[in-house]
């Protein structure tokens, strides 16, 4: 019997042990697997941030490509305003000569003059005394040059510049820069340009018994550094001068000064 109860108590002791020993197992096992999931954990970041990576490269790369694309679009934007603004540019001159050859119809004058056509840029602040042309000394122009169209006179070079001339209008006459014109019939009679008023030409020098009628056209007479045989314009109206000593001749000028777009440079060949 005292045989078998010191038997007995060896077995809580084995029996502890096999616990021990179970739960060791079991937390071995739990250690094993908490490693293996760590292992995976540590992996998965891993990857995941490697691929955050290569997601920051490629967007960088994809902006790197869109600025470089703006960049190229602004540049293109350029060329394109570029060949807009030569294209206006060459419309412009086109539209030039098509007016030169469909309206100044000047073929006549080539075998005397070399024809220089030119764009009127600017205009004096009292409207009928002068303008300004876009040719100058770089084209040959010089100071006196008669400035016409197909219509008659528009007046001659007062000023030159490199690039610009100012062209004094026939309209700016006036009692202390009187113009000179002709009727040229079967007697040629000369007359005194002294105004321009209301769009009209005011000249005198025709007695009463000159054979001048409405109609008839007046031309610059060779004087005033303007050449003979341009037209000016025609007669509107006769009426005796406030003396009855003589008539007072209205002008209707052949050319508008009020619309003056395109003209043409006369210089004398050589």
């Known amino acids: 019997m005292k045989k078998r109860k010191e038997k007995l108590k060896g077995y809580p002791v084995l029996i502890v042990l096999i616990v021990f020993c179970f739960c060791g197992l079991l937390l071995g096992i739990k250690f094993r697997l908490n490693e293996s999931n760590w292992y995976l954990y540590v992996k998965e970041k891993i990857v995941l941030t490697n691929n955050k990576i290569r997601d920051l490269f490629v967007n960088l790369l994809c902006f790197k490509n869109i600025y470089t694309l703006e960049e ?3 540049l293109l934007k350029e060329e394109i305003l570029k060949l807009k603004l030569e294209s206006n540019n060459f419309k412009m001159l086109e539209e030039e000569i098509n007016f030169i050859k469909s309206n100044l119809n000047l073929e006549k004058l080539d075998n005397v003059y070399d024809i220089l056509s030119a764009k009127v840029i600017d205009r004096d ?5 002068s303008i ?3 040719k100058g ?11 016409v169209t197909s219509s008659g006179v528009v007046g001659k070079i007062k000023k030159v510049s490199k690039k610009t001339s100012v062209v004094e209008l026939l309209s700016s006459v006036s ?3 009187k113009l000179s ?7 040629n009679y000369y007359i005194s340009i002294n105004y321009f008023e209301k769009d009209r030409f005011i000249a005198e020098g025709i007695s009463n018994y000159d054979d001048v009628v409405v109609g008839d056209t007046i031309y ?3 004087f005033n550094d303007y050449k003979k045989g341009f037209e000016i314009g025609k007669i509107v109206k006769i009426e005796n001068n406030s003396y009855e000593t003589g008539k007072i001749i209205y002008i209707k000028p052949n050319i508008n000064y009020d619309d003056l777009i395109y003209v043409a440079v006369l210089k004398e060949k050589i």
């Open 72 to 74: 190229e679009n602004d």
């Open 125 to 129: 602040s009292n409207w009928y005394n």
């Open 132 to 134: 300004t042309i876009n």
């Open 137 to 147: 000394k770089d084209d040959g122009i010089k100071v006196d040059f008669m400035v």
């Open 175 to 177: 009692l202390n820069n």
């Open 181 to 187: 014109g002709i009727i040229m019939k079967d007697k």
């Open 220 to 222: 610059t007479s060779g």
